[in-house]
């Protein structure tokens, strides 16, 4: 089974994430940057199929030169080669232009039979990336999986909402978002670090893909980020007295700030 | 703040990376509670064995990840600064492998080494016993050849992962030629008449189980002894000279978390309407731990890149034991000053970085042995 996993360098959520002061973009030098988390375990899923299965899982990733270091975090893990697409035009592409790279990049690799991706990046949390990618490619979509199964050519995920599980079923080839509770990721061992080394990362840029460099990136967002604000400094809180009726202030603070 | 390191390849540097995220969430999160609760965690070293980190040092062809000890130490000061308990485990096992990687035969190396550097098990050192500390050469635990086995009895003392461990690399008499009549043996940790005491009721590293190891008639093959008979007390003394790069490395790492505590806290406690940090007393107090830490970095350093070079440090080894582990003892007892009364308190780990200062400053040869060794160097010289 041949797999394609979305993997993307984000900020790391363990620092302080800004935008840029001038075109309200991620100001990635503000950050150390690192894979994102759900993108770890849409890789570890990625593995565990080709485990059981058999087959090659490249990781694909659209980003700047230094979003290399996502793609070798994936390829330390297990991953077998990967393709990065890089691009100085792509600076400030919208969710849309940015599937539409990545299912051109997609058909750069032969026989892909399932695209495994996170459902949301913890940067732009738009959540709509693999959505967007499988209607592109015309490939059933089966989003925001706690579990899945391959059988044959049928893959069955499951979906956990609010009112009840959801069992998705499709064939071959698909895509699949993962959500956070489909896995835990591995480590990547030593010997992956090593080994990582000499698989093949292939680079392509925008016009390698048969796209027009002036239709991507910031000119070609559908969406622009008119302002942007830090958050406000978190304030000192409120002080409750509990002289017996602790539990009702409480109560009514949450009524209060609409949380329950 | 995270240690400023020169490394000197790029996979050096995705090591350290992968030791720190490994530290940060799976090692930190745990320590207080384990040191607390005195539980040994055998799971954090399946972790760190899986992840390659328990060979780092030793050949790729025995399954090691054939690190200079330059990168070797300063991951394991990684995993020292998030956990001292572990970071020493992992020193203790790396030496306890010393012995058959450098002076087993090719046999012997094939036969046990890889299993020993893939990470499933976990190696203990017993050479010390309750009348042969600092005098390694007075141990009295005897190995008697009959057939072809030895059989021992005896007991060591002060054995970390006493119990725990899967192999013991293990100094015994066989003859009674005093230094001369020291045997080494790779003892398997389920051999019949092997027990090990009651954990020893220790200050701090509580979470590291030490313990003496009573062996009655227990039998070892004698393809298990490592070097000829005889060798065994050169041998253990050579692997201390490595050891003690491995204390000192934890000692530093140890000495960096109390450094970053100390630092962390001073920003935010405000007295008399500042930072306390604004407070020229605890800014120069500070400034001392970072040159401590620094200092003592650059020591263990600088012996390990003899070592990797193939250059003699055995002084440079002592010093920097002696360096290192008198730096963590000053920086932890002044991390605790800065934080005050809260530093004293069991609800900020400062005061346990002080516990587990002190004995680096004893075990692996005490910093009184290391000033032995020195002036034996400068003697020779």
Same mark, same amino acid.
């Given at each position: 089974?041949? $797999? ?33 988390? $759900? ?82 990046? +913890? ?53 699949? +978002? ?10 990547? +061992? ?71 | ?37 005195? /539980?040994?965690?055998?799971?954090? @070293? ?13 050949? !790729?062809? @025995?399954?090691?990840? !054939? ?26 096992? /790396? ?34 016993? /309750? ?129 970053? !505590? ?9 007295? @008399? ?74 609800? @900020? ?33």
């Amino acid at each position: 089974m041949n $797999i394609v996993v979305l993997v993307k360098l984000v900020p790391d959520t363990y620092s302080e994430r800004k935008l840029s002061d001038t075109d309200h973009t991620l100001d990635r030098d503000s950050a150390d940057a690192v894979l994102d988390e $759900i993108n770890e375990r849409a890789v570890e899923e990625a593995l565990q199929l080709k485990e059981a299965h058999g087959g090659e899982v490249t990781a694909l990733c659209v980003g700047p030169d230094r979003a290399v270091d996502a793609v070798r975090k994936a390829l330390q893990m297990g991953a077998d080669k990967a393709v990065h697409v890089s691009d100085a035009a792509l600076h400030g592409s919208d969710v849309i232009t940015t599937a539409k790279v990545l299912a051109k990049a997609v058909g750069t690799i032969d026989g892909v039979d399932l695209v495994i991706a996170g459902n949301e990046a +913890s940067d732009g949390r738009a959540g709509a990336v693999p959505a967007i990618l499988a209607e592109l490619l015309g490939l059933p979509q089966l989003t925001h999986a706690n579990k899945v199964t391959v059988e044959g050519d049928t893959i069955t995920v499951e979906r956990a909402t609010d009112d009840g599980v959801l069992h998705l079923q499709a064939t071959l080839p698909a895509l699949v +978002s993962v959500s956070e509770k489909i896995n835990e990721p591995r480590y990547p +061992s030593f010997k992956g670090i090593m080994a990582a080394k000499k698989k093949p990362i292939t680079t392509l840029t925008v016009a390698d893909l048969g796209l027009d460099p002036a239709g991507v990136g910031l000119s070609g967002a559908w969406t622009a980020v008119l302002e942007a604000a830090p958050k406000p400094p978190r304030t000192a809180g409120e002080r409750v007295e509990d002289n017996g009726d602790g539990g009702t202030k409480i109560a009514e603070y949450l009524v209060g700030q609409k949380l329950i | 703040m995270v240690a400023e390191r020169t490394l000197p390849t790029s996979e050096a540097e995705d090591l350290i990376a992968l030791v720190r995220e490994i530290a940060r969430d799976e090692l930190a999160p745990k320590a207080a509670e384990h040191e607390e609760r005195e /539980v040994f965690p055998r799971d954090a @070293f399946r972790l760190l064995g899986r992840t390659g980190l328990l060979g780092l040092p030793y050949p !790729e062809r @025995f399954g090691g990840g !054939e690190q200079p000890y330059e990168v070797y130490l300063q991951a394991l000061e990684e995993v020292a600064s998030a956990w001292m308990s572990v970071g020493v485990g992992v020193s203790v096992h /790396v030496m306890s492998c010393y012995a058959l990687a450098n002076h087993g035969t090719d046999e012997q190396r094939d036969r046990w080494l890889p299993d020993m550097l893939a990470g499933d098990l976990l190696g203990a050192y017993a050479l010390s016993e /309750v009348q042969a500390g600092s005098d390694a050469a007075a141990l009295a635990t005897r190995a008697v050849r009959d057939g072809a086995d030895y059989v021992l009895t005896g007991t060591k003392a002060w054995i970390s992962h006493a119990g725990h461990a899967d192999f013991y690399t293990l100094m015994a008499r066989t003859s009674d030629a005093g230094a001369r009549g020291i045997s080494c043996f790779l003892v398997p940790g389920d051999t019949p008449g092997l027990t090990a005491g009651a954990p020893e009721r220790k200050m701090g590293l509580t979470g590291s189980t030490t313990a003496q190891l009573h062996l009655t008639d227990a039998r070892v093959s004698a393809q298990r002894r490592i070097g000829a008979e005889g060798q065994g007390l050169a041998l253990a003394l050579s692997s201390l000279d490595s050891g003690r790069l491995g204390i000192a490395a934890c000692a530093v790492g140890l000495a960096q978390a109390a450094l970053d !505590e100390a630092v962390a806290y001073a920003k935010q406690r405000t007295q @008399f309407g500042r930072p306390i940090i604004d407070f020229q007393g605890l800014e120069f107090l500070l400034a001392d731990m970072a040159a401590a830490v620094d200092s003592a970095r650059a020591t263990y350093l600088d012996a390990a890149r003899r070592r990797d070079r193939g250059l003699p440090f055995r002084r440079q080894a002592a010093t920097a034991k002696l360096i290192a582990t008198d730096a963590a003892m000053k920086v932890t007892t002044d991390a605790v000053q800065v934080l005050g009364g809260a530093g004293y308190t069991r609800d @900020f780990p400062v005061e346990r970085y002080l516990r587990e200062a002190k004995v680096t400053q004893i075990f692996e040869g005490t910093n009184q042995i290391q000033r032995l060794v020195i002036a034996r160097e400068l003697r020779r010289a």
